[in-house]
């Protein structure tokens, strides 16, 4: 009986011993498996990372433009310059775009990834992509919702541009010039530079941000 039971208890041992190899077996496939998903996943938000640096770079040239134009305008107002291309200044009422996809395709991944360092660095990154998203609805309410119904009650929008296929001025500059000295209108350049320029400048943070995302990324 003693050798039935050493037997039995060497049986018991091997079965045990089986099913736990088996299943460290199984959680090395499983974890090697996930490690290749979360490499490819991480694959696509490089690549949507850099069509958002694609979109940062259009935005930021386009608010440097109005920024432009706006500070020529106000110079003007303040009797310290001149405007020097009034085929530009329609950019007074234009608003630039920012409509980041990478947090929009990937954020419930990235919330469960595995890889506490990555996950931590593209929430970051986030983070300071919220920041602009503040500025810009800030930028975008100045500009369509004050600045544009204040072109619109002086009459300075340009009507006949809009039949004109050689204008590209859309603003009346008659007009424009007429309400240089008007309170009001200075008011509204004030706060369209300021939320302009913040969001000039966060775009360009965030860029930087993107390209050190990206690059960090490319050798996980």
């Keep these: 009986m003693g050798d039935y039971y050493k037997y039995a208890i060497g049986e018991i041992f091997l079965v045990v011993f089986g099913i736990l190899i088996a299943l460290s077996i199984n959680n090395w496939n499983e974890e090697r498996k996930n490690i290749l998903i979360e490499k490819n996943i991480i694959k696509n938000i490089v690549e949507d990372l850099k069509?958002?640096?694609?979109?940062?770079?259009?935005?930021?040239?386009?608010?440097?433009?109005?920024?432009?134009?706006?500070?020529?305008?106000?110079?003007?107002?303040?009797?310290?310059?001149?405007?020097?291309?009034?085929?530009?200044?329609?950019?007074?009422?234009?608003?630039?775009?920012?409509?980041?996809?990478?947090?929009k395709n990937h954020s419930f991944f990235i919330s469960n990834m595995k890889n506490e360092e990555v996950r931590e660095k593209i929430q970051n990154y986030f983070l300071e992509e919220d920041k602009v998203l503040d500025m810009f609805i800030e930028y975008v309410d100045i500009i369509h919702n004050k600045v544009r119904p204040f072109l619109s009650e002086t009459g300075m929008h340009n009507l006949g541009s809009l039949y004109d296929e050689n204008s590209t001025v859309n603003l009346n500059s008659d007009v424009l010039i007429s309400q240089l000295s008007n309170i009001k209108f200075q008011q509204l350049l004030y706060e369209r530079r300021l939320k302009s320029d913040s969001f000039e400048n966060l775009l360009s943070n965030l860029k930087i941000e993107n390209?050190?995302?990206?690059?960090?990324?490319?050798?996980?």
């Design 51 to 103: 069509l958002d640096s694609i979109h940062i770079t259009k935005s930021l040239n386009e608010v440097r433009s109005q920024l432009k134009v706006v500070d020529e305008i106000i110079s003007m107002s303040l009797s310290k310059g001149v405007i020097k291309d009034y085929n530009s200044i329609g950019l007074l009422r234009f608003s630039s775009d920012f409509r980041p996809i990478t947090q």
């Design 211 to 220: 390209e050190k995302l990206v690059n960090y990324l490319n050798f996980k």
